[in-house]
């Protein structure tokens, strides 16, 4: 069984920045071996996938975040990251991670159904 733990949410003025990170713990292979993905879930709205990087180390981001927001992962912490610069108030969110040991059977953001280990989500708030 895998557990991922987010950390890294708050409040922060349009512009501003975060840095989201996601533990995993529990598993028998490293974060080496895994597809990763943030997604996110406005109040009222369907969760979406933001960005994912994939068992190869290649990245997709949705168009709402391209330039914005980059994904990585340092596999010597078993860490997922999400540096997330010039925020909107459109981009207030709960923020999830989310992990697969499979190969993405694409190479855009996999839905969320195809992923199998969820962490409970961070909040990210940005004011006008």
């Known amino acids: 069984q895998v557990q991922l733990v987010e950390s890294g949410g708050g409040s922060v003025q349009a512009g501003g920045s975060l840095r989201l990170s996601c533990d995993a713990s529990?598993?028998?292979?490293?974060?080496?071996?895994?597809?990763m993905a943030w997604f996110r879930q406005a109040p009222g709205k369907e969760r979406e996938g933001v960005t994912s990087?994939?068992?190869?180390?290649?990245?997709s981001y949705a168009d709402s975040v391209k330039g914005r927001f980059t994904i990585s992962k340092d596999n010597e912490k078993n860490t997922l990251y999400l540096q997330m610069n010039s925020l909107r108030p459109e981009d207030t969110a709960m923020y999830y991670c989310?992990?697969?040991?499979?190969?993405?059977?694409?190479?855009?953001?996999?839905?969320?159904?195809?992923?199998?280990?969820w962490g409970q989500g961070t909040q990210v708030t940005v004011s006008s």
């Open positions: 989310a992990a697969d040991y499979r190969r993405p059977p694409m190479k855009t953001i996999a839905p969320m159904s195809w992923y199998s280990y």
């Open positions: 529990g598993y028998t292979y490293s974060t080496y071996y895994m597809a």
């Open positions: 990087i994939d068992n190869d180390g290649s990245t």
